[in-house]
């Protein structure tokens, strides 16, 4: 059983509608912000899936110092505000220092804190501490028992609102493989478990100053991380994943999500009638 987590109008957790985390995974600009927020929120609606809208304002973890990086703090809180006030959808973007988490606070619903900085205690603390929801992506060299750790560092601030991100582990050089295993031995914490389907399949540094990707892979991945009990899913998505100006070549379409969410609807929904048929 995982603690349902408040985020808006909905909660996270057993007993409630598979949550989808999804955007670009950098905000390019205003419109094409509002147009993916609004895409998603009619096709999870469609589907009584609840949806949460993701998009960084500054990516501080590129490859390269030539990558973008996104349009910075203010103006991406304030395209991050204009998408929770005229398409009606939580928000939730990464922040990277103490004083970041203060300020996004006053924006977003759920504050993120980066894989490479899962460990760092004095932002997990500071983002705790405001209160918000924090959403923790595991760090690819941590182990799945490690994210007790994590959680204990949040809770240290009386904040129980708390979610945890799989994304992958290392693996060798410039790869990434996903355990199922950690999926459940994360779980059993209390917390739900959201599966990041596309950073997974990321290739972190191989694509000569970038990150390159296995885009095919997300979608299986995302099904397997379903039917194994997740409480939702993360994803980047784009209209034009090849044009797109950051991770582009493990971001899904707006076209190929709007059916993958379908799939994950259904998948779901067998997952959650099996665990109401042992509690009953």
Do not use: W
């Not at 905000?27 to 147009?35: Q, T």
């Not at 991406?76 to 988490?101: K, N, T, Y």
């Not at 990150?211 to 409480?231: F, N």
């Amino acid at each position: 059983m995982t603690k349902p987590v408040p985020i808006g109008s909905f909660s996270c957790g057993d007993g409630h509608p598979l949550l989808i985390i999804a955007g670009p995974c950098v905000i390019e600009d205003r419109a094409l912000v509002l147009d993916v927020a609004s895409f998603m929120k009619e096709r999870t609606s469609e589907l009584g899936l609840s949806y949460v809208f993701k998009s960084s304002y500054d990516k501080g973890n590129r490859t390269s110092i030539d990558s973008f990086r996104g349009p910075g703090l203010d103006k991406g809180l304030a395209i991050l505000h204009a998408v929770r006030e005229e398409v009606g959808v939580p928000v939730i973007s990464d922040v990277h220092s103490v004083e970041e988490a203060r300020i996004a606070a006053d924006v977003l619903d759920i504050i993120q804190i980066p894989a490479l900085l899962s460990r760092q205690t004095d932002l997990i603390q500071a983002a705790a501490l405001t209160g918000k929801v924090i959403n923790v992506k595991k760090g690819q060299f941590l182990a799945p028992l490690d994210i007790e750790h994590v959680i204990k560092k949040i809770t240290s601030e009386r904040n129980e609102k708390i979610l945890i991100t799989e994304r992958g582990s290392s693996f060798g050089y410039n790869n990434l493989v996903v355990d199922m295993r950690a999926l459940p031995l994360m779980r059993a914490f209390g917390y739900p478990v959201i599966f990041d389907a596309t950073h997974s399949i990321q290739l972190p540094g191989a694509g000569k100053g970038k990150s390159g990707g296995q885009r095919e892979l997300a979608e299986p991945l995302a099904r397997a991380a379903v039917a194994a009990g997740v409480d939702g899913v993360f994803m980047e998505v784009h209209p034009d994943p090849d044009r797109a100006l950051c991770d582009g070549p493990n971001s899904l379409s707006t076209e190929r999500c709007a059916v993958l969410l379908g799939i994950l609807k259904e998948i779901d929904m067998i997952v959650k009638q099996e665990k109401e048929e042992v509690r009953q």
